[in-house]
C-alpha cells in the first residue's frame, strides 16, 4: 500500500489505511504467535494495541541507511517504508519547471569543486559563486552556490533569476516569500515527504546566525539527496567543496524553498 501522504498515528480515520497497517504488523511480527494474539484486522480503530504493536516493530527494525527507527507508535515515511517496503514511499526523480530542472543540473556540474588551498574558502570556481552574491571571498559560501547555480540555469534559459540574491542562509529563508517563493516548514515536510522536489532548496538553521543549504537532487520518503557547497562527505557546513549527499528530511530543521 503507498505511503497516504502523512504521519498515521493514535485515531487515525481511514479504515483502509489501518486495515492495511494491521494485517502487515500481524505478518511482520507474527502477532498471533504472541501472547496478545493478532491486531483485529476487521477493527477500523488505530487504538493503543495497535500502537503499542508499531512500536514493537519499530524496536526491531531500522531505516534505509541502518539506522533505527524512532519507537515513537506513529507510522510517517521511514516506518512506513520499513514496513510496507520502499517502494511504496514518495520517489520523484524530475523537478517540476525546467528552470528548477536546470539548476539540478547546474549544481550536478560542479560536483567534484573544491577550495584552493584547502578550508580557504577560496578558489576560483568558489570566488565566482560568491561574486555571483557580491560577497568577498573568504567567507562561507553554500548559499552564494545555490544562488550561482540558479543565475547560470537562468541564463541557460533567458529568464531572470528568481532566487532572492544573498549568501546568507536564513536571510533567504526569511525573505524568500517576499521574492515570490513558497516555503514548505520541516514539520510539513516529515508529515508529507511527497511536499518536497528536486529543485527545492534546503534549509538547516545551526544557531547563533549560521546555516547551511543545498540543492534537492531527488526524494525518495524521508530521505532527500541533495548536491552542495562548502560540504564534505560528512555533511558539514564548513567543508571544502560540492558534494553529493543524503539527508533525512527530519533533519532540515528549517524546511524547504520552492521557486518552481
Not at 15 to 29: D, G, I
Request: with cysteine; glycine share 12%.
Amino acid at each position: 500500500m503507498k505511503y497516504p501522504g502523512r504521519v498515521v498515528r493514535l485515531g487515525e480515520a481511514d479504515p483502509k489505511v489501518v486495515k492495511a497497517v494491521k494485517a502487515q504488523l500481524n505478518k511482520a511480527l507474527h502477532l498471533a504467535q504472541e501472547a496478545g494474539g493478532a491486531l483485529d484486522e476487521a477493527n477500523p480503530n488505530f487504538g493503543v494495541t495497535t500502537e503499542q504493536a508499531v512500536k514493537l516493530f519499530q524496536s526491531r527494525n531500522v531505516d534505509a541507511l541502518r539506522q533505527p527507527l524512532r519507537q515513537d507508535g506513529e507510522i510517517g515515511a521511514l516506518t512506513w517504508a520499513a514496513l510496507f517496503g520502499e517502494a511504496n514511499v514518495p520517489v520523484a526523480e524530475q523537478a517540476g519547471t525546467p528552470l528548477l530542472q536546470k539548476v539540478v543540473e547546474v549544481a550536478a556540474s560542479q560536483l567534484g569543486v573544491r577550495e584552493k588551498p584547502k578550508n580557504s574558502n577560496k578558489g576560483a570556481e568558489v570566488v565566482a559563486y560568491l561574486h555571483s552574491t557580491g560577497t568577498a571571498p573568504g567567507n562561507p559560501w553554500c548559499c552564494a552556490f545555490t544562488y550561482w547555480c540558479f543565475g547560470e540555469a537562468a541564463k541557460a534559459l533567458g529568464v531572470a533569476n528568481p532566487m532572492l540574491q544573498t549568501a546568507h542562509c536564513l536571510t533567504h529563508w526569511n525573505g524568500a516569500k517576499q521574492q515570490g517563493a513558497q516555503r514548505v516548514h520541516k514539520s510539513d515536510a516529515v508529515a508529507n515527504p511527497a511536499l518536497v522536489k528536486p529543485g527545492m532548496l534546503f534549509i538547516i538553521d545551526h544557531g547563533g546566525g549560521s546555516g547551511h543549504t543545498g540543492v534537492v537532487e531527488r526524494v525518495a520518503g524521508e530521505f532527500i539527496h541533495t548536491i552542495e557547497g562548502n560540504t564534505d562527505g560528512s555533511g558539514t557546513r564548513e567543508g571544502g567543496g560540492v558534494y553529493r549527499l543524503r539527508r533525512k528530511i527530519d533533519t532540515i530543521n528549517k524546511g524547504f524553498i520552492d521557486y518552481a
